[in-house]
């Protein structure tokens, strides 16, 4: 079983990692393991959306958050080899807020 069928499996039938509608991804790179030097990508590989919301810079995550639907896979990913995982989700800022 790869990496995005194991997730969906913890995930359920939605496919969404306790995100939700008008919720963006955000990393603190304080505790992630690839901007501290670690080799971790794994956010990066579980997005349904990689290369728009989230990209690699240096092989450093970075959240693209128009571009992040906030499924909360990345969240969910980064639980698994993080503790505390290092993605939270927060409520979205649009222009008219």
Do not use: Y
């Amino acid at each position: 079983m790869n990496r995005r069928a194991f997730f969906s499996t913890i995930v359920g039938k939605g496919g969404r990692g306790a995100g939700g509608e008008g919720q963006v991804a955000v990393i603190d790179h304080r505790l992630c393991l690839a901007w501290d030097g670690g080799d971790c990508q794994l956010c990066f590989i579980q997005c349904p959306l990689q290369e728009t919301a989230i990209q690699l810079e240096d092989f450093k995550p970075v959240i693209n958050a128009i571009a992040c639907d906030g499924c909360g896979l990345c969240r969910l990913a980064c639980a698994t080899v993080n503790d505390p995982g290092a993605i939270r989700m927060t409520t979205a800022v649009t222009s008219d807020q």
